[in-house]
Every structure is written in structure tokens, then in C-alpha cells.
């Protein structure tokens, strides 16, 4: 069997690549697991270091990496080069986390002198999405390496370049290649890894239907698991809001990687009183986006990454219109080599439509209007997901107010709604569980191990 990766900006295709057999992929797993013995007995210094060593390397190869990305999946080189530099910069963080929060805790109140250790649980696997082909991928591998874990990847199958370009940059940092194994399967095949004896936990960036499916395995086989799944986020918009700046922030967060982002504000909710001028300053917003050949650097919007997603993004934006839905902006259909889908404005989305009820993971913004600050709490909150959202009011006390009440991992004012390395990541609901970066992220996939010592 294939696996296929085609170029979304011609459909053409540009590598075939084998999948694993069953001895092959069992190999691998055996390789990480040999890894692993000698990898944890670094110290967490050595392995930050290592860290930076790797980051060293992605920064020497910003260029051809972010060719790569866009070559694959789509995404516009501007946006490309951003997310290596985003991975360099992220590994290089967690590096100067390591030593403090891997370090022992004393536990002065426990009897004995106690203290809690941190310990590596073993190989951990991680199924990634193609999105964001390399930052997904880092922002876990990263953390789960410096705890002393090795490391297995089932990429999206149209992006196995970008894998196995990760793979080469890890041993070219001086890692041991088998720290970072490179999984090529189909993907209900991955779940058969999870049983064997040295993987020691998953973590998956996906759907909350492949989230649930990796879980249901997991569970079989007694293994811990983190899911960052999809989500519908909420964008508040009240009253006193600035409203330049919001639309500024929702337009370009929500076409950013042609609306194939997970925490994009996909569900814009605006007070009746400024829902009209919201609606017309976003279509202005949209119209100055430029959707063209993602390898050229004025290009704002490229192509969706497959064609079975634009299919499925034009017709939830059909059936949403069929359903009450009224068209702001764009929806004509494109032609021509590629997969590109026009920016979208729907308005008047509400529960029974796509637009409201399920993500919608392409350049299509749903407005809805609330009568109150409260109606705009409870449409926030009328969904299946809780990864991200946002507020947009002058009134931060009124900001923080609201923001303790919406369902959420997190909830940003007056910024968009994206991530940070020094915060927990992670959502609630169908959007999955765990957290990522951080200190927190950085002790997910560990053994925390109480150890009490008595005087005899």
C-alpha cells in the first residue's frame, strides 16, 4: 500500500511513499524502546541541551523545511517560515524548563522524608494531523523528549515528507534517530502500537472522532493519553469593544492557514447594537485577502490542504445556507487546478446548521447576534467543543468576568485566541484533555512517583 502526497495548489502528486508492514512497524517500535533505555540515563541538562541542539538545526534549514510545508499541505510561505521559527523558539523554551520542573519536589508534609520524582513513562505515540505539519508535532515531542521519553510518529499521510524531514533534523542535532521513529500507516492501523509493551502513552491532534477512537484503544490497553481535538471557538464581541482591532484580529486568525486551525474563532457572537458594523468592517477585512499560489510571498489564503476537505467545507456552507443561513461574503466556487476555497462570510448561523453546530475547518467565519451579555454567554457556550475564545471589551473587569463563565481550556481578551508557551494548552469537552507546553505539558507524559524514606 501507498501513502500519497499530492500538492493541494495543483493536485498533482509528489512522493508515493510504502506503508509499514507489520514487521516493519514493530521494528520501529523496537528500535524507540532500545532508545529509550539509553535516553533516559541523560540528565535533564544533557537533554535540554540536546533540545537546543535540534533547534540550532531547524533554524539552519528555516528555508527548505518551510518549502517543504507549503509544498505539501498548502500553507502559504509567509505562514511556512513562521511556524520553523515557532518550533526553534518553542524547543529552546522548554529546554530552560527542563531542569526546574523535572526536578525532584520535597514534600515536607508527608511522613518520612518524601520526596516526588518525575519519571519517564517509555515510548510515547503521537498521531498528528497535517495543519500544522511541524509545530504539532514539536510541541509534543519536544516536552515528552526532555522528560526522557522516546518518541513515535504517525504523521497524516500527506505529509510524510515533512516526518520524515523531522526525522533527519533530530539525528542531524544528534539525537539518536530511533528516538523520534517515523510510523508510516494508514490510520486505523496505528492503533494496533498502542498494545505493544513499550509504548507507554499517545498523545493526538485531531478530530474529536479519532480522538475518541484512540482513546476507546487506550483504554484497552491501560495507556495515558492527551487529545487536543477540533473546536468550535466562540468570539464575543460586546458593546464597548474596539472594533478595529477586533475585526483585524478575527479576520486575520480566522483565514490564517486558510482557516485550518483548530483554535481559530470560527462562531463570531456581536451585541445587536454593533452586530451590523461588525458584519460590515469583517467583509471589508476578508475582501483585502489575497487567495492565491501559496509559494508566493503576497499570498494571504492557499489552497485547502486536500479536496475531500473542500467538499466537505462547501457543503456544510451549502447546507447552512439551505438552512437560514445569509451569505456576507464570498461562497463562488473555484476553479481551476488546486483545491482553493474563497473566503466566507455567513451570517445569521444558529443551532441545526453546520456553520453553528459543527467545526468547520476552512476559511468561513458564522456570525450570529445576541440581545444581551448574557444571550452572547449562552450561545458561546452551545456547543459540543471547548478548546479556545475570546472577549472583545474596553471593561477588563467585565472581560475577566465573562471569561470565568465560558466553557473553555482558554479564553483570551481583546487578543486572539492563540497559544503560549509559557500557558497550559488544552480544551475541554468533545475538544479532548490534557494540556500541552509549559510546565504542566511538560509533566503529562511522566511518571509521578512518591518516594518515602523511614529511619529504621
Not at 468561513?364 to 452572547?376: D, G, I, N, P
Request: charged share 25%.
Amino acid at each position: 500500500m501507498s501513502l500519497i502526497s499530492l500538492n493541494p495548489a495543483t493536485g498533482r502528486v509528489i512522493e508515493r511513499y510504502e506503508a509499514h508492514g507489520e514487521a516493519q512497524w514493530r521494528a520501529v517500535v523496537d528500535a524507540a524502546g532500545r532508545a529509550f533505555l539509553q535516553w533516559r540515563r541523560r540528565s535533564v541538562s544533557e537533554r535540554a541541551q540536546s533540545l537546543r541542539d535540534l533547534a540550532a538545526v531547524l533554524r539552519s534549514r528555516r528555508g527548505e523545511m518551510a518549502d517543504l510545508a507549503t509544498l505539501e499541505m498548502g500553507k502559504p510561505i509567509r505562514e511556512s517560515l513562521v511556524e520553523v521559527d515557532k518550533c526553534a523558539e518553542f524547543l529552546d523554551v522548554m529546554a530552560g524548563y527542563g531542569p526546574t520542573a523535572l526536578a525532584d519536589v520535597p514534600a515536607p508534609r508527608a511522613r518520612g522524608e518524601s520526596i516526588i520524582a518525575f519519571e519517564p513513562l517509555g515510548v510515547i505515540l503521537a498521531v498528528m494531523p497535517w495543519n500544522f505539519p511541524y509545530w504539532q508535532v514539536f510541541r509534543f515531542a519536544g516536552p515528552a523528549l526532555l522528560a526522557g521519553n522516546a518518541t513515535l510518529l504517525k504523521h497524516a499521510t500527506n505529509v510524510t515528507g515533512c516526518a520524515l524531514a523531522m526525522q533527519q533534523a533530530v539525528a542531524d542535532a544528534g539525537l539518536n534517530p530511533d528516538l523520534f521513529g517515523v510510523l508510516k500507516l494508514p490510520g486505523e492501523e496505528v492503533l494496533n502500537v498502542l498494545a505493544h509493551p513499550a509504548v507507554g502513552g499517545a498523545a493526538l491532534t485531531g478530530s474529536a472522532a479519532a480522538g475518541s477512537r484512540l482513546a476507546e484503544a487506550a483504554g484497552r490497553n491501560i495507556k495515558k493519553t492527551v487529545l487536543e481535538l477540533g473546536g468550535s471557538d466562540p468570539l464575543l464581541v460586546l458593546e464597548d469593544a474596539d472594533l478595529d482591532a477586533c475585526v483585524k484580529s478575527a479576520a486575520s486568525y480566522r483565514l490564517r492557514n486558510a482557516g485550518q486551525t483548530c483554535l481559530a474563532p470560527k462562531r463570531m457572537i456581536a451585541l445587536k447594537s454593533v452586530s451590523k458594523k461588525f458584519e460590515e468592517k469583517l467583509a471589508q477585512a476578508f475582501a483585502s485577502f489575497r487567495l492565491g499560489d501559496p509559494t508566493d510571498a503576497s499570498t494571504d489564503v492557499g489552497p485547502l490542504a486536500r479536496e475531500d476537505l473542500r467538499e466537505r467545507v462547501r457543503g456544510q456552507v451549502r447546507r447552512s445556507l439551505d438552512r437560514g443561513a445569509r451569505l456576507v461574503y464570498g461562497g463562488e466556487d473555484q476553479t481551476g487546478p488546486g483545491f482553493y476555497f474563497q473566503p466566507t462570510i455567513l451570517a445569521d448561523c444558529g443551532p441545526g446548521m453546520p456553520a453553528w453546530d459543527e467545526e468547520i475547518f476552512g476559511p468561513v467565519a458564522s456570525l450570529t447576534t445576541a440581545e444581551s451579555e448574557e444571550h452572547a454567554l449562552r450561545l458561546a457556550n452551545d456547543t459540543h467543543f471547548g478548546l479556545a475564545s475570546s472577549i472583545w471589551t474596553r471593561d477588563i473587569e467585565r472581560g475577566q468576568r465573562l471569561a470565568r463563565k465560558i466553557e473553555a481550556g482558554s479564553v483570551t481578551i481583546n487578543g486572539p485566541s492563540g497559544s503560549d508557551f509559557h500557558l497550559p494548552f488544552g480544551g475541554v469537552k468533545k475538544s479532548g484533555y490534557g494540556r500541552e507546553m509549559a510546565e504542566i505539558g511538560l509533566r503529562e507524559f511522566v511518571n509521578i512517583k512518591s518516594i518515602r524514606v523511614f529511619d529504621t
